[in-house]
């Protein structure tokens, strides 16, 4: 009898997982060809500014594909920025939030672990697990409750680090996030921008 928890993937886990993997294999061998021919050209610029963007989204999606053991007080995870696993000790958390997101696939839970400075730093998401219950109650540490205004659940969701012991935002941290929203929506205005170049050019 195992006497501990360990991760299930969920079916459309495997499949985007594979599908995200294809792309980014993809990708790196498209960007490695532009760098050792790239030229200054706008067109060269804007493709290889396009590949880096879907790279970095790639990563950022398989990131938080993991393999979790959970033992105790241990987490012990492996994914592909930490493929031969790290481990974290619950103890150097405060404790834990559940939170709801949503997403392209719907809506689903999250668990983000707290650390001592009062900030989320670890996520684990529904989305990927069918056996997300039993890894939040293997997660023996203290809930805490967190109500996130809206400033507060877009960072969360596109930034994934907040400090979570006030939920009223300052001016400065509004505008960080006010500003970093607008990066983000100008990086997708040029990768669309340069995808509807490609598609009349060819």
Aim: glycine share 6%.
């Amino acid at each position: 009898m195992m006497d501990y928890t360990k991760s299930k993937f969920s079916g459309d886990t495997f499949f985007w997982g594979i599908f995200s993997m294809v792309w980014l294999i993809f990708g790196s061998i498209m960007i490695g060809k532009l760098l050792r021919n790239y030229s200054l050209k706008v067109s060269d610029s804007l493709v290889l500014l396009l590949l880096i963007a879907l790279f970095y989204l790639l990563i950022n999606f398989l990131k938080h594909i993991k393999i979790i053991k959970i033992k105790g007080n241990e987490l012990r995870y492996y994914s592909i920025l930490k493929p031969f696993g790290k481990l974290v000790c619950l103890s150097d958390y405060t404790g834990k939030i559940v939170l709801t997101e949503s997403g392209s696939r719907g809506s689903y839970r999250v668990v983000y672990l707290i650390d001592k400075q009062n900030k989320t730093a670890f996520k684990i998401m529904e989305l990927h697990y069918k056996n997300f219950d039993e890894i939040n109650r293997a997660l023996n540490i203290n809930i805490i409750k967190f109500y996130p205004s809206i400033g507060q659940y877009f960072k969360l969701l596109f930034f994934e680090r907040i400090a979570i012991n006030n939920t009223d935002l300052t001016n400065n941290n509004i505008i960080n996030i006010i500003i970093r929203f607008f990066t983000l929506i100008s990086i997708l205005g040029t990768i669309l921008f340069t995808l509807s170049i490609l598609i009349k050019r060819f």
